[in-house]
């Protein structure tokens, strides 16, 4: 359960309470063929969904979202500007490395099928949250590319690039 409050400092024990108090819940929806005809799995626990035979439910490629280059950020544009052209990346230590998809919310690959990428936020003293994902391919012209603004809570396919 995540406790939200105001004035509440952070790592601040609190105590539950009928004001304060949000469940947060994720719900992850997957195709009717996958789960046995339900429209939506939901996890409660943030455990990964689970299907009629208790297997954890992965994403399909019709099951992931869809947003076009055009409609994201500047800086993801630029971001698939320098995967494309082999670099330089700003994050030479975590940009290009292998994304596990830990939390199954892309289609389900082999192992290193996946790359992530920093997508630059302005203001951001870190790295900040977003993200592109490539999968597939080569380095410089991955088959599949995904985007993230919430640290691989969410992602959406990336379409509209050449």
């Not at 992931?64 to 409609?71: K, M, N, Y």
């Not at 971001?79 to 975590?94: E, F, K, Q, S």
């Not at 088959?143 to 050449?162: A, K, M, R, V």
Request: hydrophobic share 30%.
């Amino acid at each position: 359960m995540l406790l939200l409050g105001r004035g509440c400092a952070p790592g601040a024990a609190q105590r539950p309470s009928a004001a304060a108090t949000t469940t947060v819940t994720k719900t992850v929806t997957v195709p009717a063929t996958a789960r046995g005809g339900s429209s939506a799995a939901t996890a409660l626990s943030g455990e990964p969904a689970r299907g009629p035979a208790g297997a954890p439910v992965t994403a399909t490629e019709r099951s992931v979202a869809r947003c076009d280059i055009d409609r994201l950020p500047t800086e993801a544009r630029r971001t698939v500007d320098l995967v494309t052209a082999g670099g330089p990346i700003p994050y030479p230590r975590n940009d290009g490395v292998v994304f596990r998809n830990a939390e199954r919310l892309l289609p389900a690959k082999p192992a290193n099928y996946y790359r992530e990428y920093t997508v630059d936020t302005p203001q951001e003293d870190s790295r900040g949250a977003r993200r592109i994902v490539t999968g597939g391919g080569s380095a410089r012209a991955p088959e599949q590319w995904y985007y993230t603004n919430d640290h691989y809570q969410s992602f959406c396919q990336i379409t509209g690039l050449p």
